[in-house]
Structure formats: C-alpha cells, structure tokens
C-alpha cells in the first residue's frame, strides 16, 4: 500500500494525496485504507518517511561504504545525482514537498522538514570527517559548502525535470568538482579510484 501511496504523490504531490485517492489506486474501500492510516495527515506522513527509508537505502548507506573523507563525500554526491536522474520523470518529494508545504506549519511540515535536516545534518558530518581526514582545508566552512551543493541538486531538479536541458547531470558535477577546488588541500586533489570506477 506505501508503494502505491509513495507513487500516487510522485504524481500528485502529498496535498493531493488522499485516503479516497489512494483508495481508488489500490481498488480498495476507504474504510480499508482509512483503518491501515487513521487519516490523511499520517498517510502523508508515512509516505514521506517510506521515501526518506528509501533515500537512505540508496543514497546515505552505501556511501558508507566508502572510505571516510572525499571518497565518502562525493560518494554521497553522486548517488544523490543518480536518485535525482531516475526521479526526472516522477519528481523528489522533498522538493515538491517544500514547495507544497513551505508556509503550511502543522505535522506533515515537521516530518517532511525532519527528515531533510537529518539528510543535511548526514553531509555536513560527512564535510566535516573530510576536514578531519585532511583532504578538505582546516578552515573549510562545511555549512557553506553544504549549502552550495544542495543548491546544484535543486538546480539540477529544475533544469533536468522542468527545462528538460540536456547536460544538466554533468554541470552539476562539474559544479560540485568546483566546490571541491575551492576547499581541497592540493594532495587531495585527484579523485580516488573508486570514483573513477563509479563512471
């Protein structure tokens, strides 16, 4: 039932996300789907956290895997590229979801806003190790620079989903290699092999 609530909001976005919708995607009763979520607010609630469950899966832990420092940074990076190149056709939930629920407080706003702090709070310690493993410079500004790269992904959702520009994908890694350049210590200038295989 998440798959098909998770998939009906890519399309819909969570306002239009509903248990009457839901119940008509999934050819059961309302009754049905209103006992499995008890209402619309917590339906639209466990999307976002089924969604945030499965960026994790995809993006957060096998970047892990990566050796602590620039592998893992850009390891994070590029796995959250590749999630956004398959999510052109269906849309991000967190970034329509803001644009949903920007100016709306209330707890559909806090889990979605939850959600996304953990991301950032998981790339900002990810900035950070690289600072501490001595690939980025000591005076490397890890909110700076995570603001930055979240800022190439929304122009990269907008550019690949909306304009349809071709070569989007590739500026934002040029982009992010550029943000890199300006905080790299030069011994960790070139990308490790793992990158390289990753291509």
């Not at 050796?67 to 390891?75: F, K, T, V």
């Amino acid at each position: 039932m998440l798959d098909a609530a998770l998939g009906l909001a890519s399309q819909i976005g969570l306002e239009g996300l509903s248990i009457g919708a839901l119940a008509e995607c999934t050819r059961m009763s309302k009754s049905g789907v209103f006992a499995h979520f008890g209402s619309r607010e917590e339906l639209q609630i466990s999307v976002i956290r089924e969604y945030h469950h499965r960026f994790e899966e995809e993006v957060f832990h096998p970047a892990l895997l990566e050796p602590r420092g620039l592998p893992r940074l850009r390891g994070l990076f590029e796995r959250w590229v590749m999630r956004v190149s398959v999510e052109i056709d269906s849309g991000c939930i967190y970034i329509s979801g803001a644009v949903e629920f920007d100016d709306r407080p209330g707890p559909v706003r806090d889990a979605l806003a939850s959600m996304v702090r953990t991301w950032h709070g998981a790339l900002e310690r990810a900035i950070g190790i690289a600072v501490e493993e001595g690939h980025l410079r000591a005076d490397a500004d890890p909110m700076q620079m995570l603001f930055e790269i979240h800022g190439l992904i929304l122009a990269l959702h907008h550019d690949a989903r909306f304009m349809r520009n071709p070569g989007a994908i590739e500026r934002a890694g040029r982009g992010f290699e550029r943000i890199l350049a300006d905080n790299l210590i030069p011994a960790a200038a070139s990308p490790p092999a793992a990158r390289k295989k990753a291509r």
